[in-house]
Every structure is written in C-alpha cells, then in structure tokens.
C-alpha cells in the first residue's frame, strides 16, 4: 500500500506559477513510476507528466515547457512546477503512482489538490 497526500494547490493568475507536492508513504520501494493527472471542469481526467525511477519525463503536449516534474528521493515527495499557468490549466490535480511495471495494477492516488486560474 502506498499514501499519498498532495499540497499546494490554489490561486493563482494567468501567467503565474505555482508548486504542487506530492508526499508518499507506505511501501515506497515497490513505486515503478509516478505522475500528476488533472480534471478540469467539464473535462475528462487528462494525464499531466510522469517520471519514472531513473529519471526520466514525459508530458502532455498541452504543459510541454510550461510544467515540470521532479522527485526528491530523500523526502519522498514528488513535484509539479507550475509556469506560465493558462485559464485551461485549472483543474483539481492528482497525484499518482504505480507499483506495476505497465500500470495495470498497484495504481495509488491522492485526494486531490485544486488549483483555480484567475485574475
């Protein structure tokens, strides 16, 4: 089992930026790969970014060089920097992780954090 708890959700204007954390406890070590999804109003659950145990990224095309994902392995506590933050980006954000080389199983979630887009 893993727990997750996200923070940093909130205001914040067009062109704005802002931090979500990600806080993961329980059986850390089975983690394969973690990420962010999001849902926006009247909007279907859209895939944010992912990082896997290497390092390495993948976003949507729609926060590409905009958003960022990173971990600190120490905290284990995973990130989302949010710049140059658009109306569309306003959703509630989940944090996710999987313990599953493929996903389709050992998939983890948060509660959810609300970030709103406003000037």
């Known amino acids: 089992q893993v727990q997750l708890v996200e923070s940093g959700g909130g205001l914040v204007q067009p062109g704005g930026s802002l931090r979500l954390s990600c806080a993961a406890s329980?059986?850390?070590?089975?983690?394969?790969?973690m990420g962010w999804y999001r849902r926006g109003p009247g909007k279907e659950r859209e895939l944010v970014a992912t990082?896997?145990?290497?390092?390495?990224?993948n976003y949507a095309d729609s926060v590409k060089g905009r958003f960022t994902i990173s971990r600190d392995n120490a905290k284990n506590t995973m990130y989302l920097q949010l710049n140059s933050v658009k109306p569309e980006d306003m959703a509630v954000y989940y944090c996710?992780?999987?313990?599953?080389?493929?996903?389709?199983?050992?998939?983890?979630w948060g509660q959810g954090t609300r970030v709103t887009v406003s000037s």
């Open positions: 329980g059986s850390i070590f089975s983690i394969r790969q």
């Open positions: 990082i896997i145990n290497d390092g390495s990224t």
């Open positions: 996710w992780v999987t313990t599953s080389p493929l996903g389709n199983y050992g998939n983890y």
